[in-house]
C-alpha cells in the first residue's frame, strides 16, 4: 500500500518543501538552515504585533487578506503568490500524472462526526461514558479531552473503511470551522499513524476569509479538488462548484437540538446511521468517489482533453445531470404562495439533477411532487397513472446522487 509521504514528497516533508522553495528563489542549500529566514521573520512579526492589541488584530487581518497563512503545514510558513501557483501546480501534477490521484478536502463536524460536550449529555446518553466498545453495537465512540473541556466524539458510520479506500484515489485533507486544537485531536482519532492526512489539518485559524471555507489555503489546482461538507454556504462562491454536500450526520441530542429536529436522536435509540437499504452513508459516498474518479481518468470519457487540464466541477456537473434526467416533474402546494416556482430552492435543485420543471400538468408529465395528497394536481396524478412523491423524493436523490424508488416517497393526506 503506498502512504501519503510517497505519493506526495513536496508537501508531506517540510524539508523537501524547504528545498523545493529554495529552488525557486534561485538559492542555495547553503542560504538558509530550516527555514531560518522564516523563522526570524515570525520572531520579528511577535515581538512587534504583542505591543498592542491593535497592532496584532490589524496584523492577523493583513494577514488573512493576503492569503499566504499555510501554518498547518510548518509553523510560520508564508509563501508569496508566485511560489503558493507553483506548489499547486507541481503538487497537482504529480497526483494526477504519476498516482491518478486527485484531492478531496472534508469537513469534521456532521459530515464525518458528531461531537457533544460532556456537559450537555442528556439523561438517556448517559450509558456512553461508561460502556465499552464491546458492549453494544455502537463503534468508535470516543472521549476527547481539548483545552478547558470533554467531549465525546461518535464516528459516522464506515467511517476508517471510507478514509483508507479513500486515500488510495486521493489525496485527503481535513478543513473544519472549529479550533485548530479541535482539528488536531480528531485528526489523531480519525488517523492515528498520520498516513492518511499527512499533517494536512485546516483550521478556522488558518482560512483567510472570516466564517468561511476556501481553497486558497490548500496548495491544489481547484480544478483538481472535490470537498465533502454538509453545507455549501460555509464556502467562498467561486468554490462551491467543488463542494459533495452530505447529509448531517446527528448522532447525539444536543446535534439535533442545535438544528431544530424534535426526533429522537440515535444516541438515545442505541442504534445508529443507515441507508434505506440497510448500508452506511459514506459507502455511498465512497461509491460516488470512486465513480468520479474513474469517468476523470478514462480517456474515452473526456477526449482530446490532456489530464492536467480536466476539471473535476465538470465531472460532478455532468454526474448530477444523469440522476433525474427523463423526469418532468409538476410541484403542488409545495411552494410558499409569495414565493415564485423556479426561484425556489426545490425547483432549481431537480433542474440541476437534469429534471425538467413545470407550473402545469400535461401528459409528458411523469411526476407530481406534493406535500398533500387532497391537491388537485395530486388526484389527477393519480388518476393518469403518473408518480405522485413527497419532496423528500427529491432532496435524497441529490444526497444520494441517484434516482429513489418513488413507493419509499409516498404523498399522504394532510390533516
Not at 260 to 267: A, F, M, T
Request: glycine letters at 4%.
Amino acid at each position: 500500500m503506498m502512504s501519503v509521504a510517497t505519493v506526495s514528497p513536496i508537501l508531506h516533508n517540510i524539508d523537501n518543501l524547504v528545498g523545493f522553495l529554495k529552488r525557486g528563489r534561485g538559492q542555495q542549500d547553503s542560504d538558509y538552515s530550516h527555514l531560518e529566514l522564516i523563522e526570524r521573520r515570525k520572531r520579528r512579526n511577535i515581538i512587534e504585533t504583542t505591543t498592542n492589541e491593535e497592532a496584532r488584530f490589524a496584523d492577523e487581518e493583513k494577514s488573512r487578506s493576503s492569503g499566504v497563512r499555510f501554518g498547518y503545514l510548518h509553523k510560520g510558513l508564508g509563501l508569496n503568490h508566485d511560489e503558493i501557483d507553483r506548489l499547486r501546480n507541481d503538487n497537482t501534477n504529480i497526483l494526477l500524472l504519476h498516482h491518478k490521484k486527485l484531492h478531496l478536502v472534508l469537513d469534521l463536524d456532521h459530515a464525518l462526526l458528531n461531537s457533544t460536550f460532556l456537559d450537555n449529555m442528556s439523561p438517556d446518553e448517559q450509558y456512553l461514558k461508561t460502556q465499552t466498545q464491546s458492549d453494544h453495537s455502537l463503534q468508535h465512540v470516543h472521549i476527547v479531552n481539548t483545552p478547558g473541556t470533554q467531549l465525546m466524539t461518535k464516528f459516522r458510520p464506515y467511517i476508517m473503511t471510507f478514509l483508507m479506500q479513500a486515500s488510495q484515489m486521493f489525496e485527503l485533507s481535513i478543513y473544519t470551522m472549529g479550533s485548530r486544537d479541535y482539528a488536531l485531536e480528531m485528526a489523531k482519532l480519525l488517523d492515528p499513524r498520520n498516513q492518511i492526512f499527512g499533517g494536512r489539518v485546516i483550521s478556522r485559524s488558518e482560512s483567510t476569509k472570516e466564517d468561511r471555507k476556501g481553497l486558497d489555503v490548500l496548495l491544489a489546482r481547484d480544478s483538481a479538488v472535490l470537498i465533502l461538507d454538509d453545507t455549501k454556504d460555509v464556502w467562498t462562491v467561486d468554490n462551491q462548484d467543488n463542494v459533495i454536500i452530505m447529509p448531517r450526520y446527528h448522532f447525539f441530542r444536543s446535534s439535533c437540538q442545535q438544528f431544530g429536529l424534535s426526533s429522537k436522536p440515535y444516541s438515545e435509540l442505541k442504534t445508529d446511521e443507515c441507508d434505506r437499504y440497510g448500508g452506511a452513508y459514506l459507502a455511498n459516498v465512497l461509491q460516488l468517489l470512486r465513480h468520479v474518479h474513474s469517468i476523470f481518468f478514462n480517456e474515452v470519457e473526456i477526449q482530446g482533453w490532456d489530464l492536467i487540464d480536466r476539471d473535476v466541477r465538470l465531472v460532478l456537473k455532468i454526474l448530477q445531470k444523469e440522476v433525474l434526467k427523463g423526469c418532468k416533474i409538476v410541484f403542488s402546494h409545495v411552494f410558499p404562495s409569495n414565493v415564485q416556482a423556479d426561484t425556489h430552492p426545490l425547483w432549481k435543485m431537480a433542474e440541476q439533477l437534469g429534471a425538467i420543471c413545470s407550473t402545469q400538468v400535461d401528459p409528458t408529465v411523469t411526476h407530481v411532487v406534493a406535500a398533500d395528497a387532497r391537491t388537485q394536481k395530486s388526484r389527477w396524478a393519480v388518476e393518469e397513472g403518473k408518480f405522485l412523491v413527497n419532496p423528500q423524493w427529491i432532496h435524497t436523490a441529490n444526497f444520494m446522487w441517484q434516482k429513489q424508488p418513488e413507493d419509499s416517497f409516498p404523498c399522504h393526506y394532510q390533516h
